[in-house]
């Protein structure tokens, strides 16, 4: 559980890591690693009643009798690791500086503009944060310093900012802030003109502020305090009680998510309530704010829409009528429900429309074909439409900040396996691009040292599954070098192809990194999101088992070298393959694992389980609750020895909570056969995301990486 889309990019392309435990530098005896107290805990459901024994750890943050325990049992966990990991300890010192010696620490994004002023965030010589800048009119302009995170983050243990949001007079920013990590953002309200932060603070929001075009008014998303879910849209005016705001929307399923938005061009607000499978919006003049939102379209079962503004009609990208990849529908501004649309790009059944960019004279759309990425630029005008060539074989572009509605440069971001991310202007019309900037890697990285390539596995049903795969030149295929395996395949999410500084760690001690595109992503299109859901779920887990296969099989590595990875709902996935194929990965890794999931599905007090009914099923149903329970890794712990295992959760985590790993540990414990590794890592300070800092992070990355060059023997 779950969505968390920016975090699991991050997960892909620069943390790796796995175990296995006779070449571990220290050798302890299992019967000194933490033991959890077993207590009774029935679940009755659909005829059958199930002994849950770890349930009591559900009990937390002070809020009831065993909450010191669970506590005590954590860091008991935590001490256990640090003790397993005592002899890795120098190369993790190692690892770290030579990830973080990598970093451009001073350093600062190519600007955008938007409404008369050059947007752009710079970093500092050791600063663990950024400063939001602005320069008004030109680059040559005085710096004006927006918001200056490090100084505001100082003495924190976690601080993020998020939703920042300029006023259309530019003189107010809205942002949200969160000092927890349960992603419940506090919007605070800054006058540019004096720098001082204005009385008005909205607490338990998703830090989402949306201006009016009158400067006084802001829309943003409120949350269920225990769920966690978004339930409502409030209207704020400056200088008002928070506690007097607006309410325009409240949502009554909560299966949907919600938010706010704002059209490009500035002309309109949105307000959207989304489940997996059907969209509502609902829109607003942004000039009139004190008016009612009109239903854009209503709910239509089993129908996703998104829509842009151009400056005389609206665009929509839908799967409407059997547009199972969708297609590209437009209706007035004034006329805009489904009975006036009017097709305006066909559907492609091999072509998976991914998201639409409005500018004033030019629709850019994001698509993907043969699971790759692909930018198509259509001339309002002239009607012509091109795509962009891009030359590697597995790569990752994506339209970038476009701030401006009126300009004819488009700016997106490139970057492979071996490419930095690189950020890029190209002009619509010309058809010129130009590189504007690559991320510098210091050290001395040169690109033609390391091989990136693009493979297809069959699956067992005979399906072809992509798998981008990089390694340094001189690799061999002899099925004795290490190879790490990485997947997601949950919520139609594809994990591309993208540089990482820190992988180079790996890449140069020998190691081959590779992601397995499986079902359950949208690589493939939409159908290969279908078909890895729901009673479908299972595609997911045996494409990762016959990729792995595959890459022993073609000589990549052996499965004495072979290690898996996966986070959120990839945690899920390393569960199941450690059920499943637990002989065909020496190691497995499991950040922040969804592995409870029947149990987690059942209990609608959970932060966002009522919102997944449609990825996983809803478990009061009897059909959907056997085939979960068939495949949720906590159910099907088995008496068997396990791979070595690392596993890592977060106290604060909204998304997966802490106790779903915690269980999944302590009845493996009590479970395996082995004296194989099992670790498990609570961060006391932190939630799903991981670390805050730009450098922190890292050390989680380095403990991973020393975890694997443990199990290779390769620890002096």
Known sequence: MKKLLPFLAIFAGIIACTSKTEQMPHTWPEALSPVAEKKDHIRTIHGESVNDPYYWMYDYFGKGPDSQQVISYLNAENEYLKTMMAGTEKLQGELFEEMKGRIKQKDETVPYVKNGYYYYVRTEEGEQYYKYCRKKGSLEAEEEIILD?????EGKPYYAVTGLAISPDNNMLAFGVDEVSRRQYTIQIKDLRTGKILKDKIENTEGDPVWAADNQTIYYTAKNPVTLLSERIYRHELGIDAAKDVLVYREEDPTNYIGVGKSKNGKWIWVYSQGTLSTELRYLDAATPKNDFKVFQPRINDTLFEVVALDDRFIIRTNADGAENFKLMECPLDKTGKENWKEFKSHQPDVLIESINAFKNFLVTEQRKNGLNQLSVLNLSSGAEHSIAFEEAAYDVSVGQNADFETQELRYNYTSMITPPSVYDYDMASKEKTLLKQQEVLGGYDKSNYVTERLMAPARDGVMIPISIVYKKGFKKDGKSPLLEYAYGSYGYSIDATFSSSRLSLLDRGYAFAIAHIRGGQEMGRQWYLDGKLMKKMNTFTDFVDCGKFLIDQGYTSAEHLYAQGGSAGGLLMGVVANIAPDQYKGIIADVPFV????????????????????????????????????????NIEVKAYPNMLVTTGLHDSQVQYFEPAKWVAKLRDMKTDNNVLLLHTNMDFGHGGASGRFDYLKDVALRYAFLEALEGNIQ
């Open 149 to 153: 995170v490090d100084a505001m983050a």
């Open 596 to 635: 409870d999931v029947v149990n987690t599905m059942l209990d609608e007090n959970i932060p966002l389980t009522t919102n997944e009914y449609d990825e996983w099923g809803n478990p009061n149903e009897k059909e959907a609750y056997f085939y979960m329970k068939s495949y949720s890794p906590y159910e």
